[in-house]
């Protein structure tokens, strides 16, 4: 983010104190973490002064979970919209293959954007690493509604899987397109054939093709 030399953010002088620091702290907590970042800058990169930290967000450790927390709400209510669509789209009985593409994009979309899916990758791989976030959150407010929803689709797209191992389907689908999300990142820098293999229709194709096919093995009682 550029700063001008009065210290007020260039491009955000529209933007009231609260977003201009939302917005400062994401890309200066994926660049630099958590423990790199002071408060003090990022005041300046926020064109504003030190105590506002303090007067919107009640210290750094809030606005480190306000950037995450606006994140994960997009997110979590962007996978919500894409299985409304399908399942509005199928009458309530959409095709497994259906189900699981719509969930999949809907989840690898946001991420892979250019626009700021990068930040959000590098936000990502750094709370795996060091992490500064409550379990809570992320079990209240994106895995739990996640879980409830894909419990009740689930048993729709495919009426034989039971519902003890929804929660390892899920959370299976969603290890695969978060692994692929952190390889994309890796590969960002190599040569176009590499990241080729990585682009998301192509990934999101094969995660649904292979999990479709382990899911209906459940569901048959072919693998227990």
Not at 65 to 92: C, N, P, Q
Not at 109 to 117: A, M, S
Not at 124 to 133: C, Q, S, T, V, W
């Amino acid at each position: 983010m550029a700063v001008s030399q009065k210290g007020s953010p260039v491009g955000n002088s529209a933007k009231g104190v609260r977003d201009r620091l939302l917005d400062a702290a994401e890309e200066l907590f994926s660049e630099r973490g958590f423990d790199g970042t002071s408060v003090r800058e990022l005041a300046v990169a926020a064109g504003c002064n030190v105590a506002s930290v303090n007067y919107y967000f009640g210290g750094k450790e809030k606005l480190y979970e306000e950037v995450w927390r606006r994140h994960l709400l997009l997110l979590r209510d962007s996978r919500v919209a894409s299985i409304d669509k399908v399942m509005a789209e199928t009458g309530g009985t959409p095709s497994l293959e259906a189900l699981l593409h719509s969930f999949a994009y809907a989840f690898i979309g946001p991420l892979v954007d250019r626009r700021g899916g990068r930040r959000i990758i590098r936000l990502m791989a750094r709370e795996m690493i060091d992490p500064h976030l409550s379990s809570d959150m992320f079990g209240e407010e994106v895995i739990r509604p996640t879980l409830t929803m894909m419990q009740k689709v689930l048993s729709q797209a495919c009426p034989g899987l039971h519902e003890s191992k929804v929660p390892l389907v899920v959370f299976s689908l969603v290890g695969q397109l978060l692994h692929t999300i952190r390889i994309r990142a890796m590969l960002q820098w190599t040569d176009d054939k590499a990241l080729a293999m990585f682009e998301p229709a192509e990934v999101v194709n094969h995660i649904v093709a292979f999990s479709a096919a382990g899911i209906r093995a459940y569901a048959q009682g072919r693998i227990e």
